[in-house]
């Protein structure tokens, strides 16, 4: 969402299909030239066209199609009986989207975990100290998880060799590491972690590189599944999770709508339940197709999609953002909170928009090549929710991902300041999930 990252690297890319031009549209918002979403109508095949030199398909009558000539293949397709819709792949607006912080609050609680610099993560405290009671849950042995979880950080990458996370991160049981084949037959050759969709082949297909150039996506990472009690860095949230790393947002965050999608479809298809997206865009143009994907993938795969709410410190019932501002049932929308337990200076809100509060301020994580560095933004905030969602899944396996959304957000610790400005009124908490979990499983 708005102001994503804290500072920027400078990343250039070299590929051949995606290293296209991009126009402004009349309104400002810039698109790719080289591809359109077409939606069919059910039961019809796309047109032909010399236009069309690939098609790649999403979900259902979803296609993404690849031209050399964007505004003839258009004209092409509107005529045509057998099209639904068209939409251009429009780009977010490049931002940043988290705040390096320098100073972080020290925990004074005991902590069950061995980690030696657990102590950094304030948001392990208990409600009453306007954390999430991590701490206490673990202390208590009051989870038991049942099923390993998925959950697919759907960002800048992750460092999958990070010392606190190389043992968490999901692998591709149907793949060979590097030997040129689709093992699996997933449609992408040698995904051990996960995909690339920002660099694609010559036939617009995407590679599998996940490695983090920025540091959000490792950031975003150790927040929800750092590996605990291992006696190094910190620990995550949830106890027994993998996570599948795909690269989609770009340094500067203009990701694309076309990325986006295959980003949920593959995560979808090879098993994550918990997509976390700490990402998103000010307009979203008319287009309905990601809106579409957090549908289908709900109904047809049982996936529960994470989204921060933003940070331009507004109230997205009346300034949307996206994907927050979609209506899924299966999306759970993370505004953020401070070691003080008010709402964050920067973070959107929204008495309709907004789901949930949970700790986003100075928040401690991993970051590549083995370091740890704190950050701000409702983007930290997203993944302290996908890891009680994570825990809170691997504990009630049978859970759908409306069954959980709503478990989360009926058992947050009220804050009166939040009634008005997030629908559940309060910020999650860990205990208070798992047990409202339990008495739902009885």
Not at 16 to 39: C, E, H, M, P
Not at 167 to 172: D, K
Not at 413 to 425: E, I, L, M, Q, W
Request: proline letters at 3%; glycine letters at 6%.
């Amino acid at each position: 969402m708005n102001k994503f990252f804290s500072f920027a690297i400078v990343l250039i890319l070299i590929c051949s299909i995606t290293a296209d031009d991009v126009f402004t549209s009349q309104s400002g918002n810039k698109y790719s030239t080289n591809r359109l979403i077409v939606k069919l109508q059910p039961q019809k095949e796309m047109p032909k066209s010399e236009l069309i030199k690939n098609v790649h398909h999403l979900f259902l009558q979803t296609y993404v199609v690849y031209t050399s000539d964007l505004h003839a293949l258009e004209d092409v397709l509107q005529k045509s009986e057998n099209v639904n819709s068209i939409e251009r792949d429009f780009h977010s607006e490049r931002k940043d989207l988290a705040r390096n912080v320098t100073t972080i609050r020290e925990s004074e609680v005991a902590s069950p975990f061995n980690d030696p610099r657990v102590g950094s993560l304030w948001s392990f405290a208990d409600a009453g100290e306007n954390g999430i009671s991590v701490n206490k849950v673990y202390q208590e042995k009051s989870t038991k998880p049942q099923s390993e979880i998925i959950v697919a950080v759907v960002d800048t990458g992750v460092d999958v060799n990070h010392e606190d996370l190389r043992n968490v991160v999901w692998n591709n049981p149907g793949e060979i590491a590097g030997n040129g084949i689709d093992d699996d037959q997933n449609g992408y050759i040698d995904d051990i972690n996960g995909i690339n969709t920002l660099v694609r082949d010559k036939d617009g297909k995407a590679t599998v590189d996940v490695s983090d150039t920025h540091s959000h996506g490792t950031h975003v990472s150790g927040t929800i599944a750092a590996q605990q009690n291992n006696s190094t860095g910190v620990a995550g949230i949830a106890s027994k999770v993998k996570i599948m790393a795909i690269r989609t947002v770009p340094n500067a965050s203009d990701e694309k709508d076309v990325d986006v999608v295959e980003a949920f479809m593959y995560a979808a298809k090879n098993g994550a339940k918990i997509i976390n997206c700490s990402f998103g865009k000010a307009h979203n143009e008319g287009g309905n197709v990601v809106a579409e994907a957090i549908d289908f993938i709900g109904k047809e795969y049982g996936v529960l999609v994470v989204a921060a709410a933003g940070n331009s410190s507004q109230n997205i019932d009346i300034r949307p953002t996206y994907p927050a501002s979609f209506t899924s049932e299966n999306l759970l929308v993370v505004a953020s909170t401070t070691s003080r337990g008010a709402m964050s200076y920067f973070s959107n809100y929204g008495k309709k928009g907004v789901d949930i509060a949970a700790p986003g301020s100075s928040i401690f994580s991993t970051v590549p090549r083995n370091r740890y560095s704190s950050m701000s933004g409702t983007s930290m905030a997203s993944p302290t929710v996908a890891g009680v969602a994570a825990e809170v899944l691997a504990n009630n396996p049978s859970l759908d991902p409306v069954a959980l959304k709503s478990i989360l957000m009926n058992s947050v610790t009220k804050v009166s300041a939040f009634s008005s400005k997030v629908v559940s009124g309060g910020r999650i908490d860990l205990k208070k999930a798992l047990i409202a979990a339990k008495a739902q499983q009885k």
